[in-house]
Every structure is written in structure tokens, then in C-alpha cells.
């Protein structure tokens, strides 16, 4: 069986955000593999290893998110597709998936898997979206796969529980923390990553303008959340007087009663 | 000139680091409480390769350099300095002697499954008389028809018991001194071979050390490694090498120190405020960073020259190395439970396990006071 995964680097998850000319300054942050996508990641190697078949990873981003692409070849990913196209700098998620959407149809598959969120953006509509350009159906949060023939069984989070689904393949099913405990990258892995195809596309190779690709979508603003006040010090007051005081602030400064 | 680790330095590191802290920090304490051996983190670093990092593809190991391996070593004893002497005394200690010395079928049948840790491996040098003064070495081999008998004990041996092969030495011609000493590779379970007690220790304290016991053990002729009368020259060669391992241990326990004092200053209050914000902590923090700088780029050097020049100009780099980063860890864990004040004395907090696994880098694979001799004959040699 044939999978393609799409993944995207993000900043590590311990990452201090750090705003500069109103953008988010990505200066000196580690940038790691979305953690989301690691377990879409493991899945495919892990249905590999049973069914066989090839794993090709397909990332859009600049130069710099070589390095998840890496690590997913380094995990045991046969080859990769990286999109990097200055044009591409300020997508939005309608854009991005039209063009993973392209670029994966240039790729034998029977199934498409990817995380169910990415850490920076947490928009969750790359991955459906793709599905929907490519007219097939989606299933989001997975927590369990099996997949047998033509068909995958699935079992996903919904709201206080889970529910099963079966879906015909292909499909794209985004994973979720639980579906697996991703493996660490070798170090014979490492070092037969360098030797696997990571081919760079431009919008031009995938037979793409620009010009059709204006995100529909922009950000004029970011912002932080506020920083954490000070606590509050209720001191030189009778332990009755100081019990009252505390419970009228809980009540209508911080009104949690 | 560049001082960028590379791509696959960076993974490397990047993966050692989260296995550390994912799998083997959890267990640290209680494994040094207990004296436990790491067993099963052995075979999960197995399994990542982490047993075999620089010796090349065809026998089993990454095909990296010494910076990986310096890396590797560092990040598994920033976590656990026990499992970070494991790794390296097997890889050091054994699979490198192997792979310097051996013959094309000493390397297929011992370095290839020590290097994918299939097996594991240690190395027999030390006496109870023959420690820095290694032409003291009383273990005999006698050659009789196809096979040598050994005879004698060796002490202090790292991994003995749970290896399954030894590098030891043994003296064929007692006159000859050093010249008479020989290397050979003797298998466990090898009927005189034994295993005599093992050590209570300070620190390193899940590592496993024992007495390698030899009781007219009988081993092939073709398990001699290297030349008769050779053995000095493998020990002192493993060493050069080996002290690489050590520095980078040493490194790995500076570092754990010092981002535990680091944190600990930062959050700890007295007087109103973080005890970082006195200047006499920032000092100390300072001179940790500086020190841990130093020390790890002059293993870097090491591991550059060991990558790329012969082992009589790596001894003298290396001996430095070895001996600056035991210096510093020493120091920086020290300061490190200073910061921590008497909690710093407990084993609430790792600074005290650090601070006792750090005095060893100090002595084993050639004491400070060796590594000095090594440096002073090299800059005196003219």
C-alpha cells in the first residue's frame, strides 16, 4: 500500500513566542517536525512494515523545513516532496491545500494521512481540505487504524467518547495523540536519510502560476496574550475580615464564584 | 574553520536528547538508589544504533564520526552518566580495539553484532597491582598447541557480567615488561572464565563493575588480538580513543549540573526574589557556561583530529580533553549542588547524583595525573 503523508515543520512546542514588527520572529527557535504529523508519520511506516508498499512524505514550506522532511526520512520515509515556493510564503489554507492537493496527485497512493492540527497555526483544515480537492472522503482524529483491502476501519474522538467508522480508501485520515507512540529516527536511519530523494518543486514543476494563488486570507494583526498579573496579598486583617475580602475578589474580580 | 555541527549532528543530537529524557531520566534515580544495570535501555539504544555510531556500515554500525559519538555520549550522561559509561566502555573499550586491531574475521564475528548491540561488549586492563602501572600486569598467557590458557584477575571492569565479549590483557613474557604484554578477546560463559565481585561505588552507581576471575581459561588461538607482545600498544591506543568517551561523558554531567542549577536559580526565592538575581549565583553560572564551553570544544577538537589523523597525534588532545572536561564537570557539579543549598545535598534533586558520578571522569581510563604525563611528554618531546 502506497501512502502519502503531508507534513509541516513548527516551531517547537517549547518555543517562547516572540512578536517583532508586529510578525511572529521565528529568530533562534528551534523548529521541529508538527508533532501532530509525527503520528501520521509512524502510522504509514507502521503499515508499511506490515502490507509494504512505499511512504513519500510531502511537505510545503521554505528551505528550512528540510529538517522535519529529514527526520521523517530518517524515521524510515522512502522519499519526499518538498514544496518551496517564495510565492508561498503568505498562504492561507485554502492555497495550501490546492497546491499539496496537486502535488499529491502527481503520486501513486491508496491512502493520505496527516496530523489533525498543526502546533502554530492549530487552523485543522489543510489536511480535510486536500481530501475535498481531491474529491475523496476524510476522517479527522483518528486514534485507531486498520486497514483491510479497499477499505479503512477507523476509530476517532468525538466529544466525551469515541465512535468507529468504516471509509472507503483512498482517504485522508488525520491522526491524533493516541493513535501511536511515534518511534525515534535511527542512527543508521540518519545517515540513509541523506542518500533518499528529497526532490524540491517549485509552483512552475507542479505546472502552477502565482498569480492564481493569492491567498484569499491575511493577518493583519498578531497579538500576545496578556502577561499574568500579580498576585494579590491579603495582609493586616483579621482572619474574618481577610476571608471576606478574598471571597468577594474570587467572586467579582476574578469571578470564579 | 567552522564550528556548526551538521545536519546530522543535529538529528543525532536532537534524538539522543529526547531518548535520554524520555526514556532513561524517569529511572535515573532509581537505578542509582538501587545499583540497577540499565539493561533495558541498552537494548533500546540497540536498537537506535547508539551502540555502534562510528564504526562503518559494513560492520554493523551508523557510519558517523566522533562528533556523533561524542554527542551521543554526552546527551545519554547529561541524563544518566551510568548508561553514558556503558555506552561508551562498549563502544570504546571493546568494539574499537576489535576494529583498530582485529582481523577481517574477528571483526565479522565480534564487531558486527557488538556494534548492532546485539552483544556487548568490555575491556580487562586493570589489576589489583597493575593500574596506572599497567607492565605490573599479573594475568598469564600460556600458548599451548592451538589454544592460550589465561590465568589472574582483573578488577574495576565496566559492563563485567552483562558483556558478552572482553578485550583483556595478559602477560605472555614477564622480562619483556610492557612487551610481553598481549591483548585477546575471550567470550563469556568460556568454561575458567568467571566473574568475581562487583563493586559498591560513589558514583556511576547503576554501571555495572566487576572482577573478571580466569582460572585456566581456554580460549582459540586465533581470539589473540593483534600481535603477541602487542597488548600494551592496543590498551594505550583503546585509551587515546576511549578517553574521547569519557571527556564527552564528563561533558553530558557538566551540562545536566549546570541547566539543573540554572532552573533551580531561577526559580528558587530568598530575600524576596529569584537567587539568580544575585550577582555572586550570576558569577557561578557564568563561570559554568564558560567552562562547559571550553571543555566541550577542546572534545570537539579531539574528536575532529581522531576523525582525521592517526592516534599518536590524537594522545595528546585527547588526554587534554579528557582531562579539562573531568576538571570542569567536577567543578560545575560541585557549584551546581552549592546553588542548590542543602536541598542540593539531597537526593530530592539529580545535582547530588551528578556530583558524585562526575569524580570518576577524574580517574578511570587514565587518571588526570596520567593525562598530564601524556600531554607533558608530547610538548617536551623535542
Known sequence: MNIVVTLKQTFDTEANIVLKDGKIDATGVNMVMNPYDEFAVEEALKLREKDGGEVVIVCMGGADSEKAVRTALAMGADRAVLINDPALDASDEWVRAEVLAKAIKDIPFDLLLAGRIAVDDQ???????????????SV???LKLDVDGGKATVTREIDGGTETIEVPLPAMLTAQKGLNEPRYPTMPGIMKAKKKEMKTVTLADLGLNAADFAPKMTAPVYSLPEARKAGVVIAGEEPIDAVKKLVKLLHEEAKVV | MN???TEDHVMLRETVRAFAEEQAGPGAEERDEHEEFPMDLWKQCAELGLTGVNFPEEYGGAGM??????????ELSRVDASLGVTISAHSSLCANPIYKFGTEEQKQKYLVPLATGEKMGAFGLTENMAGTDSSATKTTAVKEGDEYVINGTKIFITNGYYADVYVITAQM????????????IVEKDTPGFTFGKKEKKMGIRSSATYELVFENCRIPAENLLGQEGGGFKVAMTTLDYGRIGIASQAIGIAQGAYEAALKYAKERVQF??????????QFKLAD??????????????????????????????????????SEVANEVARQAVQIFGGYGYTREYPVERMM???????????TSEVQRIVVASHILKD
Open chain 2, 288 to 325: 559554568m557556561w564558560m567552562k562547559i564551553e571550553a571543555a566541550r570544544l577542546m572534545v570537539h577538537k579531539a574528536c575532529y583530529v581522531a576523525d582525521n589523523y592517526d592516534n599518536r597525534t590524537l594522545s595528546p588532545y585527547a588526554a587534554a580533553a579528557k582531562t579539562m572536561a
Open chain 2, 65 to 74: 564520526d566522533y562528533v556523533s559519538y561524542s554527542l551521543t555520549i554526552e
Open chain 2, 272 to 281: 524576596g526574589q529569584p537567587i539568580a538575581n544575585f550577582q555572586v549565583n
Open chain 1, 123 to 137: 487552523s485543522s483544515q489543510v489536511a480535510v481540505r486536500v481530501a475535498e480537492v481531491l474529491g475523496m472522503p
Open chain 1, 140 to 142: 479527522t482524529s483518528i
Open chain 2, 173 to 184: 613474557d614477564k622480562s619483556k615488561g610492557n612487551k610481553g604484554i598481549t591483548a585477546f
Open chain 2, 356 to 366: 558524585r558520578d562526575a569524580k570518576i571522569t577524574e580517574i578511570y581510563e587514565g
Open chain 2, 3 to 5: 564550528f556548526d555541527l
